[in-house]
Nanobody, 117 residues
Framework: VQLQASGGGVVQAGGFLRLSCAAS????????MGWFRQAPGKEREFVAG????????YSVDSVKGRFTISRDNAENTVYLQMNSLKPEDTAVYYC???????????WGQGTQVTVSS
């Protein structure tokens, strides 16, 4: 599966953005999807994930209550709605996918999110 992320940009603290990730392939609905991010000088970290069926989501504590992951299997797209953005959310955000258990095997090219204070 190939992933194309979009929707990044520059926003003021307290603002919002919605990231989208379009996936190729006819079996998108069989993949768990997620988002990682990497801030300058920091390690890449998991942000949020959603099961292939869409019935379960999970996220890192630092974004709980602010970020929401969702998917539209008919459109082969996964979204990350980011509200109440903080400067510490500044990072390159990567869309990821996996089939079955284990790590995320497929990565998109990343989209830059910059939150100014």
């Amino acid at each position: 599966v190939q992933l194309q992320a979009s929707g990044g940009g520059v926003v003021q603290a307290g603002g919002f953005l919605r990231l989208s990730c379009a996936a190729s392939g006819r079996t998108f609905s069989k993949y768990d999807m997620g988002w990682f991010r990497q801030a300058p000088g920091k390690e890449r970290e998991f942000v949020a994930g959603i099961r292939w069926s869409g019935d379960r989501t999970y996220s890192v504590d630092s974004v709980k209550g602010r970020f929401t992951i969702s998917r539209d299997n008919a459109e082969n797209t996964v979204y990350l709605q980011m509200n109440s953005l903080k400067p510490e959310d500044t990072a390159v955000y990567y869309c990821v996918a996996r089939y079955g258990v284990g790590g995320y095997d497929y990565w998109g090219q990343g989209t830059q999110v910059t939150v100014s204070s």
